[in-house]
């Protein structure tokens, strides 16, 4: 069974910290990985794509994988009240795309 | 680029009618379009894979008699929720997969959602 884990959180941050969402993954044939953000009662939106190892950046977001460890992460600086929203991780190998539940993500003003 | 449309954007319908979701991408051309059911506070949940020109594939579980899906160009799928009954109520998403979108590759593109409500 192909998967992909996030803890659900929520995940409780103040206004202008960083914010660390993690997740796992556990078919090898993954071959790319990306991070969406979904709004309450809206369908998610895409933030970011990573496809090899290492870090990167775009704007207040960055994207770590790595691939040995099966790990992808989602690291948001200078975190908002509008950044609260959940946070989807998804791995995609052979052309099927697999979903974490997502994180929840609370940014307190 | 990668705009993804659904309409209609909430449905309210009684119980025994059938309900017709379109999903267009807007910009490209999308080989497969996914379809999913989300309920509240819960993730997203896979309903099938549907390609351009061939029969969808549904997920376990999911009947294909209930939820007809057609994908009769690379812009469109429909998904008819037929005889629709109140536990038929969800927000169902559409996305649409394409291989290269400004330079991201291998990813879907939601649309933004269908609510429907089925009294």
């Known amino acids: 069974q192909k998967e992909v884990e996030q803890n659900s959180g929520p995940l409780s941050v103040p206004e202008g910290a960083i914010a660390s969402l993690n997740c796992t993954y556990s078919d090898r044939v993954s071959q790319s990985f990306f991070w969406y953000r979904q709004y309450s009662g809206k369908s998610p939106e895409l933030i970011m794509s990573?496809?090899?190892?290492g870090d990167k950046e775009d704007g207040r977001f960055t994207a770590q994988l790595n691939k040995a460890s099966q790990y992808v992460s989602l690291l948001i600086r200078d975190s908002q009240p509008s950044d609260s929203a959940t946070y989807l991780c998804a791995a995609t190998g052979g052309f099927k795309t697999i979903f974490g539940a997502g994180t929840r993500l609370f940014v307190k003003a | 680029g990668a705009v993804v449309s659904q309409h209609p954007s909430w449905v309210i319908c009684k119980s025994g009618t059938s309900v017709k979701i379109e999903c267009r991408s807007l910009?490209?051309?999308?080989?497969?379009m996914f379809w999913y059911r989300q309920f509240p506070k819960q993730s997203l949940m896979l309903m099938a894979t549907s390609n351009e020109g061939s029969k969808a594939t549904y997920e376990q579980g999911v009947e294909k008699d209930k939820f007809l899906i057609n994908h009769a160009s690379l812009t469109l799928s429909t998904l008819t929720v037929t005889s629709a009954h109140p536990e038929d109520s969800s927000f169902y998403i559409c996305?649409?997969?394409?291989?290269?979108?400004?330079?991201?590759?291998?990813?879907?593109?939601f649309g933004p959602g269908t609510r429907l409500t089925v009294l």
């Open positions: 996305s649409a997969y394409t291989a290269v979108v400004a330079g991201v590759t291998d990813t879907q593109y």
């Open positions: 990573i496809y090899s190892n």
């Open positions: 910009d490209f051309q999308a080989t497969t």
